[in-house]
């Protein structure tokens, strides 16, 4: 893949942090600046002004005179991101529950037919994808922005998708999520925010615990 220079530095911001978070380069992997300045076809100078924003989110660490590495969060900032994830989801499931039937539910639904699906094929790739689009949906429904954009620094963060790949194989775990999935549309269906909100957040944090199960205590 190669984009022009003139993408500006959003986009190759965009680019690299979506090959991190991606899983094509591993935790502790070295992320050398002349592939990434070749493989976008920029200067090493923009490649490093991406790599120092990376840092500041937690995706990355630089060492200096060493190089740039893909970063994991510890056990700890893990349970503490989702105590955070918990918070905001609930919040969300609560406000698209107060807006009635609108354009997310039909998503919603949509998503829920196909995961039972994914569970009865024992699909756990699809079933990852679509646990990706259930939990940005409802967000996304909730509309408010503010949050949309706390929350997107949160799951970047996370690495919520290299977590839900490993979840996903163990044994039970996609058809009792699945399950979770269908209590929190239902209290969105029946426009029951507190309801919403109490099923979401015992889904993430049921999420958090199977998360957390083979994830090694590492030093911050």
Not at 37 to 48: G, H, N
Not at 81 to 99: H, V
Not at 177 to 200: Q, Y
């Amino acid at each position: 893949m190669v984009i022009p220079e003139a993408v500006g530095q959003e986009g190759l911001l965009e680019r690299i942090r979506r090959l991190v978070l991606g899983g094509e380069f591993p935790p502790g992997a070295l992320l050398p600046e002349a592939y990434l300045a070749q493989e976008f076809d920029v200067s090493r100078t923009p490649v490093r002004e991406a790599l120092k924003q990376l840092q500041h989110e937690g995706l990355v660490e630089i060492r200096p005179k060493v190089g740039t590495f893909v970063r994991e969060p510890t056990r700890r900032e893990i349970i503490e991101l989702f105590q955070l994830k918990e918070s905001l989801e609930g919040l969300a499931a609560s406000l698209l529950a107060r807006r009635g039937e609108v354009p997310e539910l039909t998503i919603l639904r949509r998503n829920l037919e196909d995961s039972d699906e994914a569970v009865l094929a024992g699909d756990t790739e699809a079933y990852a994808r679509l646990v990706h689009e259930f939990h940005w949906t409802i967000v996304r429904g909730s509309d408010n922005y503010k949050l949309f954009e706390h929350y997107e620094r949160l799951m970047n963060q996370l690495a919520y998708q290299r977590l839900v790949l490993r979840t996903v194989e163990h044994p039970g775990r996609i058809a009792a999520s699945t399950g979770e999935h269908h209590a929190v549309l239902e209290m969105i269906e029946h426009k029951d925010p507190f309801g919403a909100e109490s099923a979401m957040r015992n889904h993430v944090y049921a999420s958090s615990r199977e998360a957390l199960v083979t994830e090694p205590e590492r030093k911050p």
